[in-house]
Every structure is written in C-alpha cells, then in structure tokens.
C-alpha cells in the first residue's frame, strides 16, 4: 500500500513538473492596438475647507493589451491646453475603477500649482505604466515599460487657501499650513539649532513659542536640537508641537557609502513638492530611503516607485535626480512616489 502510494504521489510530481515547463514556454500577444484606460468619472471640484475630509471619488476603466499584466495608474491634471508639459500627479496605484481621495489631500496637491481661493479650468487625464513580467517573451520589461494614456477630461477646480503659521528666523521664509482649518499645522521646514524660530499667525498676528512640545502665546523661541529638514506639527488648540526627523536620501552601491549611512541627503523644494540631488556616483545601484533607515524606502522603476521596491541600477556619471513622494503613507508594495534621473 505505502509503495504504491509512493508511486501515485511520485506521478503527480513529475506531472506538475511538465505542466510548469510547458507553461514557461507559453508566449504573450499583446493587441497591435491595446485599449487604453478610460476617465469615466470626475467628482465635483468646488473645493471647501470645512468639507476637507470628504472622500472625493475618481472612476476609471483598466488599459487592455491583450493579455494579463500588471499596471500602475497615476491620475494626472494639468492647466488647461498645455497637453501634460508639467503634469501633476493626483492619485497612483494598482487599479482604477475607484481612486479616492479627501478634499483637503487633493486641495493640498493642487494649491501648490494652481491659485487659491480662485477657479481653475484643469484637464484630468488616467495615464497607465505597463510592465510585462519577464520571461514572457513580450517587450516592455525592465526600465522600458509601455505606457497609455486615456483622452483629456476637462473640469473646473475651485481650490481654496490654506491657513498658515509662518516661521520667524529659521533661516529662511517657510511656513506649515492647516488642511482643515480646525487649528491644526503641518508642514516640512528646514531647521537648525544656530536658529531658534517663533511662529507667527498672520491672520490673527498671534505669536507662538514654547519648549519642550509646549506652545504658548507669546513663548520663547523654539530651539531645534538638530540640522536638516524636519516634519513639524503645531496644535494651537491643545498648545503642544513635535519636530521629528524627515530627510530623504539616496543609498546603494553607486553611491559615495555604499549601502552605509549617511546616505546622500537630498534637498527639499516646498514650492514643488519634490526631493533633489546633483551627485556623481559609479556603477552600481541606488534607492530612496527615510532618515537613514530602511523603515520606509523606495525603489522600482522611475514611474512606479513602490516601498521595499526593487534597486535602480545606474551607470557611472553626474546626475540630477529629482523625487516625487505620492503617498507618503504607503506600505510594502504600494506605489509611494515617482523620480526623474538625469545624467548630465
């Protein structure tokens, strides 16, 4: 009986065994004109402050090339008629059939390129980045992805003006703003210790200070205890702020440490939202990480940089790299953000 048995599971195995090989060489035919995504759906745009944590709705129909693949969707938008010269990324992920957002995210995005408190005639378009798994036969892998487009959505976006804290004597004009408006501030600042700041409310004309995560009207300067960029976040209700660490660099075997810290900290631009560096690097690899450690990092390909992702390979040179975090949030595999490397 046992032997018999032996023989029976024996079978099964090497069955499997040619099912799988005679799979491996299945190829892939992709439609010599595959169906681009589509942009059914685009929520009202009349932005509100006191709606900020309403989820907005977004619905899309996936590209078709045929065959099944993987695909990340970035919803973009763009001023009016300027065909995606400088498109900015609203929403990327996985799927498309419903991409949602809150108000005051989206208010967040938006008001850094467009006017507040004014109406904004936008085009909205449903890009797809698609990469076909290797070893299928088909093209598109690697760093050279197909990428699809769905026609131009017009709408008229209402954006409003976020209230603000600005920094004084930090070194530079920067302020944190309050998506809400219910008295709570955040905001990346680039501080060091040689300059204490205060923060001031101009609408009100309202002083803050403190020590200590204590703030208090009229308080002494804050003291930061270290040098680079931070995230702030200021509750002029409860009276309390924290400054935590959040520098952003670049790490990997091309890199002047290798895999070691200090990584190649990148510069922030508040206007713009992106992270940057000019570097000369060697042969090798890179990534993105968070403050020195691989807690959150990000690698992939330029178009789809995903959390824990893949190493970026790169060829000895100066380079100028510019980063976009998408979603600051996201978890392992989810799309975080996306990166332009230029060689100079």
């Known amino acids: 009986m046992k032997k018999n048995l032996l023989i029976y599971l024996i079978f099964i195995g090497l069955a499997g065994v040619f099912t799988a090989c005679e799979e491996d060489g299945d190829k892939v035919i992709m439609l010599s004109n595959p169906v681009a995504p589509t942009l059914t759906t685009i929520p009202d745009l009349t932005l509100e402050r006191s709606n900020g944590t309403q989820m907005l709705e977004f619905v899309g129909t996936p590209v078709d090339p045929g065959f099944q693949a ?6 973009e938008a763009c001023e009016q008629g300027t065909n995606f010269t400088d498109p900015v990324t609203i929403w990327s992920g996985t799927q498309c059939k419903s991409m949602k957002i809150t108000v005051s995210d989206l208010n967040g995005i938006l008001v850094k390129k467009f006017p507040a408190d004014a109406s904004t005639p936008l085009d909205f378009r449903l890009r797809a980045v698609l990469v076909v798994d290797a ?6 892998t690697g760093t050279n992805p197909f990428s699809y487009s769905s026609a131009l959505k017009g709408a008229t976006v209402a954006l409003y003006g976020l209230p ?3 920094l ?3 070194g530079m004009t920067q302020k944190i703003e309050s998506a809400l408006g219910d008295g709570k501030y955040t905001g990346l600042v680039k501080l060091d210790p040689a300059n204490a700041f205060t923060l001031t409310d101009p609408d009100a004309g309202t002083n803050y200070g403190g020590a200590g995560g204590v703030l208090t009207v009229n308080g002494a300067a804050i003291v930061p205890s270290a040098a680079g960029w931070h995230k702030l976040d200021v509750d002029v209700n409860a009276g309390t702020f924290e400054i935590s660490s959040y520098m952003i660099g670049l790490v990997g075997s091309a890199t002047p440490n290798g895999w070691d810290s200090p990584d190649q900290k990148m ?4 206007a713009s939202g992106t992270w940057s560096i000019t570097i000369d690097l060697v042969d090798g690899e890179i990534k993105f990480r968070l403050n020195d450690g691989w807690a ?5 390909t330029p178009d789809n940089l995903t959390v824990d992702g893949a190493n970026i390979p790169l060829t ?3 380079y100028t790299i510019v980063l976009t975090i998408t979603n600051p949030n996201s978890v392992k595999g989810e799309v975080g953000g996306t990166c332009t490397i230029v060689k100079n």
């Open 168 to 170: 004084v004597n930090s």
């Open 296 to 300: 959150w990092n990000l690698g992939g």
């Open 164 to 166: 603000r804290l600005d």
């Open 135 to 140: 070893g299928t036969g088909a093209p598109g």
């Open 70 to 75: 993987s695909a990340t969707y970035y919803l």
């Open 316 to 318: 000895a040179g100066n």
């Open 267 to 270: 510069e922030y631009d508040p």
